[in-house]
């Protein structure tokens, strides 16, 4: 069995590779016969549950009506797992199908997972998650300025040496929260939405096959996880997503906190990632200055009579107020908007890059910093036809469209 199916990441690149294809192909044939399998790492089913309709990053608001609320039945001893409320009625209506019918003997009793169902992991807070990669970038942004050994007396030269940096890297790790949402390192757990009943290796091909899809248990398993309005992850076969989908058996759970439908789960569930994350994007870039700015150093320079004059340089230090007096949140927008493009891999070209940061000044006057924030994320996200300045013009006509209409 071992040789069909891979157990873990260390094989040859080829042997991998074929091994993966081959539980693919297997979970391709169940893909057919239970339509609630879902490939999660497949196209825009990837950013399920932390992108709205125009693929703007949303992270869970935990307020209003939809709420974290503790799952229970985890693990003796640690801190209760968390979901969404819904999610988590769900859930629970699951798991005592599941004692019922195990009661009745209509399901073998004896699987180790797919018996008495409990809960191994669930919601990661998407801030928390963020931060800790944000603290890695910035002692690695640190570490790069440094080696260059380019001093820099105030905020402003310190952004030359910053942007230099970005332009460098290949930005496989976002730095900012909207980018951080959108990529592999954020995982569906953020979303509130998923629920984990196993603490296998996602790596271990072989043991997805030998613990669930050759389980006793594994028709009974996804089509009672249909039934209750949870999708089952391809490739994380212990892993249950809520369907938010407008037919599925979620959404009467869903309407019990007066929730109706998938658009109002998003709005009202969930809120843009930018609007949480402007404030902390301008105060991570005061710290990691701080951070990185030299106590004091030394510059020689040439008086007018051709000596030579050693001056101690001590770098500027600014107060919270003083920097957000200094650099207007448009100054901080076009930084932010300049790391952005290269977050998303933009196919933009440099001329309409440009023009939209050009006209970032005007957006914030007329529309104020959220919702200028929003048409930044809109164009950026929006899968447009890119053919130059005009498709770039038509696309910020469009979007300033659905901006008015907001």
Known sequence: MGTYYAENSNESTVNLFDKRRVYSGRMQFFQRQYKNIVDFNFAEKQFYGRVDRQFIPRVLRNSGRILLKDIGNGQTGTIPHQAVNFVVDAFKDLQQQFNKCAMLGKINTEDPYLTTLKVYNAYSDPMVLHGASTQSLQ????????????????????????????????????????GFVKSRYCPIMASGLAIEIADLDPNNDQEKIDM????????????????????????????????????SAMMPYAARYQIYGTDQILTMGYTY???????????????????????NYTETEMCTDGSMVTNIITPQSYTLSDFQRLYSDVYIIKKYLNLRFKEEESTFTASDIHLLVDDVEELYNVYGLNRALTLIERILNKPFDYRGSWTYIKARREALHDLSDA
């Open 212 to 247: 669930f899809v050759n389980s006793k248990n594994w028709s009974f398993y996804v089509n009672a996880c249909r039934s209750y309005g949870f999708m089952v992850d391809k490739n994380i076969p212990w892993r249950l997503v809520a369907d938010i989908g407008p037919d």
């Open 139 to 178: 002692n690695s942004i640190r570490a790069y300025i440094q080696a260059a050994a380019i001093p820099f007396k105030n905020f402003d030269e310190f952004m030359v040496q910053l942007d230099s940096y970005w332009d460098q890297q290949e930005m496989t790790v976002p730095y900012t929260l909207p």
């Open 273 to 295: 990632a930018h609007n949480r994350y402007f404030n902390n994007f301008k105060i991570n870039l005061l710290l990691l200055y701080n951070l990185t700015k030299l106590k």
